[in-house]
């Protein structure tokens, strides 16, 4: 049964990455059926939305989404990013980065959709003073910390390290680490590992190899996860899934680098990776490994652009990667 796949190519270079991952699946020919809607600062321009109401019924509608990069500037007031309103309005909590080479198999598991990145902020004192709710609920802890833990205990994982700053943030973060200690008495065959974030972000240089798969809240993920990115060739590679119970949105981490349009530099790796999670995820496993193998060989044989020291254009390095799947 064919799939409907939605592609979000947004700003700046997002519409040139999605159209490469595009490429790698069409190779597939698993009868994937593309419709595209718009997003992004561009978007914003043009109808004053950066998320339509069509664009949200297109992933209402999708088997999965792809998205691509946006713009999001500081300095508007009112404008804030849409692949957090998309986050929100789909209810996808759980935002899953993994970190993979020859040494390295790490996955860091983050809360999505609350934390500090709840949206819940004010100005007092005639813009003296401005306030960021940080916001932690049982329900929340709970689910993303269940989702880690199935994920260790689906993909043979054996640790899973619960990041926090409970000595400080007693209240917030010390929920989140009561509801893990609590979580992790329903899988006794998995260890659960705690460590204070700033703790994490050291062993990330320190000791990556120990860590198996961390699950923390949403900045601290966020944060974590860049930082992760550096030890397998950076955010040119780095790519992640939002999930719910319902929808999925994959994406490359990397930002809109509207210096790079045209430029046929830009890395197309991180979104064909994030095509390769979303294969996995709709269930084409065996076209998952493929994509992943072929991504790793074309790595292997400096098939690359020039972040990871190679001199291959965009299009080129797609075009190794589907050569590499034909073999």
Do not use: W
Not at 169 to 176: A, D
């Amino acid at each position: 049964m064919s799939k409907n796949i939605c592609i979000l190519p947004g700003d700046g270079v997002g519409p040139e990455v999605t159209e490469e991952a595009v490429k790698v699946l069409k190779s597939l020919d698993l009868g994937f059926d593309f419709v595209y809607g718009d997003i992004g600062f561009g978007t914003y321009e043009r109808l004053g939305t950066p998320l339509p109401d069509e664009t949200i019924e297109k992933v209402e509608k999708a088997d999965a989404t792809l998205f691509g990069a946006v713009t999001t500037p500081p300095n508007i007031p009112n404008y804030s990013s849409p692949i957090l309103k998309l986050r929100k309005h789909f209810d996808l909590y759980a935002n899953l980065r993994q970190c993979v080479n020859d040494e390295i198999n790490m996955v860091i598991v983050r809360e999505n959709t609350e934390g500090l990145y709840s949206g819940s902020e004010r100005v007092e004192d005639n813009g003296d003073k401005a306030i960021t709710e940080m916001i932690i609920t049982r329900k929340g802890s709970e689910r993303i910390i269940r989702f880690a833990f199935e994920f260790a205990k689906k993909k043979g994982f054996s640790k899973v390290t619960v990041v926090h700053k409970a000595n400080v943030l007693r209240e917030t973060c010390g929920l989140f680490r009561k509801v893990g200690l609590e979580v992790a008495e329903d899988y006794p065959e998995i260890e659960m590992q705690e460590l204070l974030v700033d703790a994490c972000a050291m062993q990330l240089i320190k000791d990556p190899k120990q860590l198996q798969v961390i699950v923390t809240t949403n900045m601290f993920g966020d944060i974590l996860s860049d930082e992760a990115s550096m030890l397998v060739g950076g955010l040119g590679v780095a790519y992640s899934g939002n999930i719910g119970t319902k929808k999925a949105v994959f994406e490359s981490v990397h930002g809109s680098a509207p210096k790079y349009v045209g430029t046929h530099k830009i890395n197309p790796t991180a979104t064909i990776m994030a095509a390769k999670l979303m294969l996995e995820h709709l269930g084409f496993h065996k076209e998952a490994l493929r994509v992943e193998n072929a991504v790793k060989k074309a790595i292997a044989d400096k098939n690359v652009t020039p972040d990871l020291d190679g001199d291959l254009t965009t299009q080129q390095v797609t075009e190794s990667i589907i050569k590499n799947l034909e073999e």
